[in-house]
């Protein structure tokens, strides 16, 4: 059983940055791709971005390519995602994840790929 908690999240200004972490317990992290999704009011939970085992491939939502990266760090158990030039359409909470399996594209993009999933942290951009 993979425990996830997410970390970094917060209030910012349109424009800003910030950095999400996922610290990762109770297996082997780098058996897993990794995920993060988000979920505004109201609305359904959407991917933004995924990252096989080793970190050799990284994919994208098209709202936030070019301002968002994924990263991994295999010897911390940890995964990041830096967000630049924030928007305030960015403001949800967002979920990180671990999918058993290894991942590949386009099923990454799928929440019901992943097994496992930590609580939540809120980002926020003011306008």
């Known amino acids: 059983q993979v425990q996830l908690v997410e970390s970094g999240g917060g209030l910012v200004q349109a424009g800003g940055s910030q950095r999400l972490s996922c610290g990762a317990s109770?297996?082997?992290?780098?058996?897993?791709?990794m995920g993060w999704f988000r979920q505004a009011p109201g609305k359904e939970r959407e991917f933004v971005a995924a990252?096989?085992?080793?970190?050799?491939?990284?994919y994208y939502a098209d709202s936030v390519k070019g301002r968002f990266t994924i990263s991994r760090d295999n010897a911390k158990n940890t995964v990041y995602l830096q967000m630049n030039s924030l928007k305030p359409e960015d403001t949800a909470v967002y979920y990180c994840?671990?999918?058993?399996?290894?991942?590949?594209?386009?099923?990454?993009?799928?929440?019901?790929?992943?097994?496992?999933w930590g609580q939540g942290t809120q980002v926020t951009v003011s306008s």
């Open positions: 994840c671990a999918a058993r399996w290894g991942g590949t594209w386009p099923l990454l993009s799928n929440p019901n790929q992943y097994n496992y």
């Open positions: 109770g297996g082997t992290f780098s058996n897993y791709a």
């Open positions: 990252i096989v085992r080793s970190g050799g491939s990284t």
